[in-house]
């Protein structure tokens, strides 16, 4: 930062889980740590070992809950909590990292008590109804009044911006999620055999990994040589495992649970034929990003968020059809082209180098300081 004297910023994150989204939140507060004193406050315990030794953490006594947040936490004094430790530390700008609306909410209500400005670090600008939440109308209700309570926004692309406006008038910014690795590797061609990797939280309603089953059950009708890995966990693994025995296609799967980011990419430059994203909605998959550094194929459910990336027809099936996932997949080789493959990476690539992060970073917060919307 340009700034000659240090800023205090405080980050909060109440998730339980580990994901893209405290992965980010933790380089972002990293990065400002170079020249600023940061407070990072967590719930879950990975942020110890992702956050380097120059910012002050602090755990969290609770962590958000669900279905309905918005009354589960208020209910539970966790709000009390969060004011007492930020009395304590004497915080003066928080930034708060929901995974969405109903996140971070003791954190943004008790900043609100105490005068502190709010700077909302949000992947996913949807409706809980868009989502398919339970209840999704009736928790927009409640989320409505929550978003007037933010000061400032920051979001991860061009999408979600959009989508935010719907529902604040305030300064929104764009943070684009930045590549997992400084160098690329070359196009790899599609093969004949195809190892095809799922990657992320198993939760059918976003991800839609409820297709896989049917997808390789026809897959195998058709004798075509493929095998599923499952690259992650969440609340639906357990029925995504039920539905493949009972499509009895478990010979074409394997589960491996999280893993490593660097294991992720060896997994992708050595073993992987084809990254397949079934979403019906996304932030900004990072994976995607990864599977284009490592050279390899791509096969995206034309889910809306997909407007953004202009993808190649050969990289894109209907979404939540098994069908036409299996055509695309099955015909992937003669219509893959090397030269629009190498195009998209270049366009996506722009300004997402881990530089371009840093600066954007610092471009972003430099400006929410100069215009008095953090202090």
Request: proline letters at 6%; a neutral charge; hydrophobic letters at 40%.
């Amino acid at each position: 930062m340009s700034c000659i004297c240090k800023k205090n910023i405080s980050f909060y994150s109440d998730a339980p889980e580990w994901g893209g989204q405290e992965i980010l939140s933790a380089r972002i507060a990293a990065i400002l740590a170079e020249t600023n004193d940061v407070t990072f406050f967590y719930s879950c315990e990975k942020f110890a070992d992702s956050l380097p030794a120059s910012i002050k953490q602090i755990k969290l006594p609770f962590h958000s809950e669900t279905p309905f947040p918005i009354i589960r936490d208020r209910l539970k004094g966790k709000t009390r909590k969060a004011k007492k430790l930020f009395q304590k530390e004497h915080i003066q700008s928080l930034v708060i990292c929901p995974g969405n609306i109903e996140r971070c909410l003791p954190g943004l209500w008790a900043a609100k008590k105490l005068d502190i400005p709010v700077v909302s670090y949000l992947p996913l600008s949807f409706s809980q109804k868009e989502t398919h939440a339970n209840l999704g109308w009736l928790r927009d209700i409640f989320a409505d009044p929550i978003y007037r309570k933010v000061d400032s926004w920051v979001v991860n692309s061009p999408y979600q911006k959009r989508l935010l406006e719907r529902f604040v008038d305030n300064d929104i910014e764009i943070l684009l999620n930045p590549l997992a690795w400084q160098a690329s590797a070359p196009a790899r061609k599609p093969q004949g055999c195809m190892h095809i990797a799922i990657v992320g939280r198993i939760f059918f309603e976003q991800k839609g990994q409820d297709i896989l089953p049917e997808i390789a059950w026809q897959l195998k009708k058709r004798s075509l040589d493929i095998h599923f890995s499952i690259i992650g966990e969440g609340p639906h693994e357990k029925a995504l495992r039920q539905m493949v025995q009972a499509k009895g296609v478990e010979d074409l799967f394997d589960f491996t649970g999280w893993v490593p980011q660097q294991q992720v990419k060896e997994m992708l430059q050595n073993d992987i034929d084809m990254l397949l994203i079934p979403s019906h909605f996304e932030s900004g998959p990072i994976v995607l990003f990864e599977a284009l550094q490592c050279g390899r194929p791509i096969l995206v459910a034309n889910a809306e968020y997909t407007e953004d990336y202009k993808l190649p027809s050969w990289a894109l099936f209907k979404e939540g059809s098994a069908s036409d996932a299996v055509d695309k997949i099955s015909h992937y080789m003669e219509f893959w082209n090397e030269q629009e493959f190498l195009d998209l990476r270049n366009r996506l690539f722009l300004d997402r180098t881990d530089e371009d992060f840093k600066r954007n970073v610092s471009c972003i917060f430099e400006k929410l300081f100069a215009q008095g919307i953090l202090k």
